[in-house]
């Protein structure tokens, strides 16, 4: 198993630094093309997630449009797979347009990158209503049908299940566990009407035992991302951000990832008995 923690940004990442078995994944704060082409050289790889300057989303008519210099860093830092989202808003494409444009999407993608798997993310939102892509039998469908992986976000999981009422444990089992390469990670936020939100806080003990619950029957797992911090526009996300330096956010980014080898390490030491 291979762990990544989150890229904040060139300052921060020329200053903080982690292992150099640690991936940094990028996106992770924040996300530029001009950023990510003028990252400091650092000991660690960089682990890119989607396709930077587009939306990453595998139902992109634009996805692949601009991605010499994500492809070069791809390669540079020998990145084993493809992540994208799979989410679908009516400015990517026209909705009766959504699956040919995903199979052009991986068209392109393997034609540059043979043999490098394609893996799909669960996401937490719905954009006006457009669950279908948050359903199991939907993301099952298009896993089987074009030979795409998981990357199975357990934040992602616990805001989609815990704002429409389903049962969480019910619906990870209807999800292609054989297929998840990736993993991310971390915690979200619920409001004082139960309102679940994305919003990449420190993982909860909830979220650590849904960890250790996917590790024991998901078997194929390659890499366990920790998506903590992210900025986003959520008021309780910037409110945080504003109180925390960046001595602290390096503290609790250490914290969680060794929190995560532990978990990870057991797990492996009680399959071996």
């Known amino acids: 198993m291979d ?18 078995s640690v991936y940094l994944k990028y996106p ?3 996300a530029s093309i001009e950023e990510m082409v003028s990252m400091p050289r650092l000991k660690n790889k960089i682990l890119l997630h989607g396709i930077v300057p587009s939306s990453g989303s595998i139902f992109d008519e634009h996805l692949c449009d601009k991605m010499d210099e994500w492809l070069q860093i791809f390669k540079e830092n020998e990145n084993k797979w493809v992540s ?15 699956e040919e444009v995903c199979k052009s999407n991986i068209d392109k993608i393997r034609q540059v990158l043979p043999n490098i798997p394609i893996v799909i993310e669960n996401v937490p939102y719905a954009h006006n209503d457009y ?12 896993c089987k049908k074009y030979e795409l992986g998981l990357l199975l976000d357990i934040s992602h999981m616990c805001v989609y299940t815990g704002n429409n009422n ?6 990870l089992k209807k999800l292609p566990l054989d297929k998840i390469y ?18 990449h806080f420190e993982c909860s003990n909830e979220i650590y035992e849904l960890y250790k619950k996917v590790l024991k029957i998901a078997k194929n797992v390659k890499m366990t991302s920790l998506e903590f911090p992210v900025y986003n526009d959520i008021p309780v996300v910037i409110k945080y951000l ?3 330096t960046y001595d602290e956010l390096y503290k609790l980014q250490n914290v969680q990832l060794n929190k995560l ?3 990870y390490d057991n797990n492996i030491n009680r399959n071996k008995i």
Do not use: M
Not at 87 to 97: A, G, T
Not at 131 to 142: A, L, S
């Open 261 to 263: 080898k532990e978990i």
């Open 131 to 142: 669950k279908w892509c948050q359903e199991p039998d939907v993301i099952n469908y298009y």
């Open 3 to 20: 762990f990544a923690v989150n890229y904040i940004d060139n300052n921060y990442n020329s200053r903080y630094h982690f292992d150099k």
């Open 166 to 171: 389903l049962d969480i444990n019910e619906y």
């Open 242 to 244: 504003k109180n925390s």
């Open 182 to 199: 990736e993993i991310h990670i971390s915690g979200c936020y619920t409001d004082e009407d139960k309102k679940y939100y994305d919003t």
């Open 28 to 30: 992770g704060f924040s």
């Open 84 to 98: 994208l989202h799979f989410y679908y808003e009516e400015k990517f494409c026209p909705l009766d347009k959504a």
